[in-house]
C-alpha cells in the first residue's frame, strides 16, 4: 500500500485542521492505519490509529479529546482532525499502515509509511 499525507500548514493556537492521507496499491480496507508525528528535535510518536472497518481507534494521550481520526474505505482515505491545537502539536505528521491497531504502538511499529506534512502552531 501506498500513502501520501495532505493538509498541513501554519495555524494559530487553538485552532482546527484536518489532515488527509490518500491511500493506492493493495486494499486499503483491509489494513490498520493511523497517525504518527515527529517535532524537531524529537523522536517519532504514535499519534492515533483506526482498525480496517474503523471500528477500534486508539490515542496517544496527549490527544485524546483533541484529536480525530477516521477512516472512508469507499474513498481510500484516512483523516485526523485535530482540534484546540497546541504549539506543541507542531511537528511532521506521517500516515502509516499494517495488519492490526496494536501494531502502532508496539515495536518495530507499522510496516508502511508515507511521507509526512508540516503542521505548525503559532502562538
Known amino acids: 500500500v501506498q500513502l501520501q499525507a495532505y493538509g498541513g500548514g501554519l495555524v494559530q493556537a487553538g485552532g482546527s485542521l484536518r489532515l488527509s492521507c490518500a491511500a493506492s496499491?493493495?486494499?486499503?480496507?483491509?489494513?490498520?492505519v493511523g497517525w504518527f508525528r515527529q517535532a524537531p528535535g524529537k523522536e517519532r510518536e504514535f499519534v492515533a490509529a483506526?482498525?480496517?472497518?474503523?471500528?477500534?481507534?486508539k490515542y496517544a494521550d496527549s490527544v485524546k479529546g483533541r484529536f480525530t481520526i477516521s477512516r472512508d474505505n469507499a474513498k481510500n482515505t484516512l483523516f485526523l482532525q485535530m482540534n484546540s491545537l497546541k504549539r506543541e502539536d507542531t511537528a511532521v505528521y506521517y500516515c502509516?499502515?499494517?495488519?492490526?491497531?496494536?501494531?502502532?504502538?508496539?515495536?518495530?511499529?507499522?510496516?508502511?509509511w508515507g511521507q509526512g506534512t508540516l503542521v505548525t502552531v503559532s502562538s
Open positions: 502509516a499502515a499494517d495488519g492490526l491497531v496494536a501494531q502502532f504502538t508496539t515495536a518495530p511499529g507499522p510496516r508502511y
Open positions: 496499491g493493495r486494499t486499503f480496507s483491509s489494513y490498520a
Open positions: 483506526i482498525s480496517d472497518s474503523g471500528g477500534r481507534t
